[in-house]
Every structure is written in C-alpha cells, then in structure tokens.
C-alpha cells in the first residue's frame, strides 16, 4: 500500500462518519433545532431527501464519493446502499432492504410530523391573538 492509498483510505474513512453524522442529523435534529430556524430548515431539507433517496433510486452523493475513494485506495467498493452495507451487518444482519428503507422513511415522516405539528401550534397561537 503507498501513501496514494492511505490518503484515500483516510479520506474514505472521513466520508464514511460524515456520512453517519449525517444519519444521526436526520434522525435527532429535531432536537437540536428548536428555537434556531435556519437549522430547522436545513433539517427540513434533510428530511426530505432522506425520503427520496430512500424511495427513489437515486445514488446518494456521500456513498458515491466513499466508494469512489475506497477504489482508489485498491478497496473493492461496496455496492447498494450505506444503510444495507454498514448498518445491516452491525445491527441487524438479517433485516431485509425493504424493511430498512421503510424505517428510514417512517423516522424521517415522523420529524416532519413534529414539525407539523409545532407548525400548526404556532400558527393557532397567532390566530387566537388577532
């Protein structure tokens, strides 16, 4: 292995936990933005494509780039999802990629939700005051 392929195994390595970070954003940020709108709406936005890449079959960018290092560091890049490649194997190793993109999907329903519903809160808040 040269230096080559130690930086893009680090770099591949670094993609790998932003891109847990970024699960662990969409699933809890709900918490972390109360009272700070424009996380809020970055959180919203995650939501969303959680959503879609979940539902649609779109390559998600961070999985790209982590495969795209791993084969440059002579690694052979996983195929599918990071979800089903990390996550099934950890956690739950028989779990099957339906059952994980529908849990994603409900987490993700369920932020939007809360959202809604403090939404709507303020929003009654505001017409009991006119």
């Not at 195994?9 to 969409?26: G, K, N, P, R, Y």
């Not at 994603?104 to 939404?119: D, E, H, K, P, S």
Request: aromatic fraction near 14%.
């Amino acid at each position: 292995m040269h230096a080559g392929s130690n930086l893009y195994s680090a770099l591949a390595t670094a993609v790998l936990f932003l891109h847990a970070l970024f699960i662990v954003w969409v699933i809890f940020g709900t918490v972390l933005t109360r009272a700070r709108p424009i996380f809020r709406w970055l959180h919203i936005v995650s939501l969303l494509w959680g959503i879609l890449t979940e539902l649609m079959p779109w390559p998600c960018p961070l999985t790209l780039l982590e495969n795209w290092l791993e084969q440059k560091a002579g690694v052979t890049p996983y195929h599918g999802g990071f979800l089903l490649h990390y996550l099934d194997r950890l956690v739950y190793p028989d779990i099957s990629a339906t059952a994980l993109t529908v849990a994603g999907v409900i987490v993700c329903a369920f932020n939007l939700a809360i959202y809604g519903r403090q939404a709507w809160r303020l929003r009654s808040q505001n017409a009991l005051r006119r």
